[in-house]
């Protein structure tokens, strides 16, 4: 897929917002008119705990720079800060476990700085935080997957 479409398939998400197979994430914090970059080490977490939730259940989408409620408001880190959040793929799962990641990237949207992950359901493993939890997609929540009684892959309804 080349960046222009891929673009556009970043605005359509976008546009349609949060759902179980998507979550936006801030890069900022703080109270309105006093928000400031998040730092970088929550932001990496944040990426491996969502995506290795994704990958646990049905796969699914990340976008590092976009609040809920759908505004863009980018990532305002430096290049070298940027590559550790795009890193976080490898770096926040556990023994570098190879996450199955279709897109990794940093993308310019209305002239703003966001980051767009995509990973594909994973088959032939359960995928682990650093620290050895795991975790899944509830709806649009991620949460902590039960494995002391056999972890079984979360089956979702088809939907029509």
Do not use: W
């Not at 556009?8 to 976008?14: G, K, L, M, Y």
């Not at 795009?86 to 002239?111: F, G, K």
């Not at 509830?138 to 056999?150: E, Y």
């Amino acid at each position: 897929m080349d960046i222009l479409q891929l673009k556009e398939r970043v605005r359509n998400a976008i546009l349609v917002g949060e759902s179980d197979f998507r979550e936006f994430k801030s890069a900022l914090e703080g109270k309105p008119g006093e928000k400031k970059k998040r730092l970088v080490k929550k932001i990496c977490e944040d990426i491996g705990e969502a995506l290795i939730a994704f990958a646990n259940t049905d796969g699914g989408e990340l976008l590092i720079g976009v609040e809920d409620d759908t505004t863009i408001t980018g990532v305002p880190h430096t290049v070298e800060e940027i590559t550790q959040m795009l890193d976080a793929v490898r770096t926040h799962v556990l023994d570098y476990q190879p996450l199955p990641v279709v897109y990794s990237l940093r993308i310019e949207i209305d002239e703003k700085v966001i980051l767009f992950f995509q990973v594909e359901k994973g088959t032939n493993e359960v995928y682990q935080l650093p620290d050895g939890r795991v975790v899944v997609r509830k709806d649009k929540r991620t949460v902590p997957a039960n494995i002391k009684r056999g972890f079984t892959f979360p089956m979702h309804k088809a939907h029509s």
